[in-house]
């Protein structure tokens, strides 16, 4: 059995790889032409990058939110995905060369209604959807309440692309773009 490598983004995809990811898709749709976020956050391809959720049970009674990643190419906020969505999100995944365009990338994942800034909302149903099945709501709330003292420098309450940059570090950044394919 060939043995899975996890590729960070600054190569793109290449054919080989998005054909196997297709694959992948094909067979999860079961003859569909569409097939679940959640379904494709359970892929074990994907399962290198953080911003996606493990498939795991909610030890803490909460359910686990769809990733936000997929969301956003969900066209018609159907909770599936095309072919042709999760396509196109592989290859813009696959194109975030430069750590700028990573940054923002990851900003989007986090700006929900897309005005450009992470309220603290935003980012507690975020980390809720990332990482809630290990902490309780009281903890998340504290999570974010200590972010926003920490990188909302303008009292705004919340996070422009540059606060949130210093939030992350490169080598945070670089550890949320890969795929192991």
Not at 28 to 41: E, F, P, T
Request: glycine share 8%; no cysteine; aromatic share 8%.
């Amino acid at each position: 059995m060939g043995q899975k490598q996890t590729r960070h983004v600054g190569g793109r995809l290449s054919q080989e790889d998005l054909a196997r990811l297709q694959r992948r898709f094909t067979r999860l749709s079961g003859g569909s032409d569409r097939v679940a976020i959640r379904q494709i956050q359970g892929m074990v391809e994907l399962g290198a990058n953080p911003f996606i959720p493990r498939g795991l049970t909610a030890h803490i009674g909460k359910p686990i939110k769809s990733v936000r990643m997929f969301q956003m190419f969900d066209r018609d906020k159907d909770g599936l995905l095309s072919l042709e969505e999760f396509t196109e999100a592989l290859q813009l995944f696959g194109r975030l060369e430069d750590e700028e365009e990573q940054y923002k990338f990851a900003f989007r994942i986090y700006d929900v209604d897309e005005d450009g800034l992470i309220s603290s909302q935003e980012l507690f149903h975020t980390l809720e959807g990332l990482v809630g099945v290990h902490y309780t709501e009281t903890q998340l709330e504290q999570i974010v309440l200590n972010t926003m003292a920490e990188f909302d420098l303008d009292g705004d309450n919340s996070l422009n692309l540059e606060e949130f940059k210093m939030l992350l570090s490169s080598n945070d950044l670089q550890s949320k773009f890969a795929l192991s394919l």
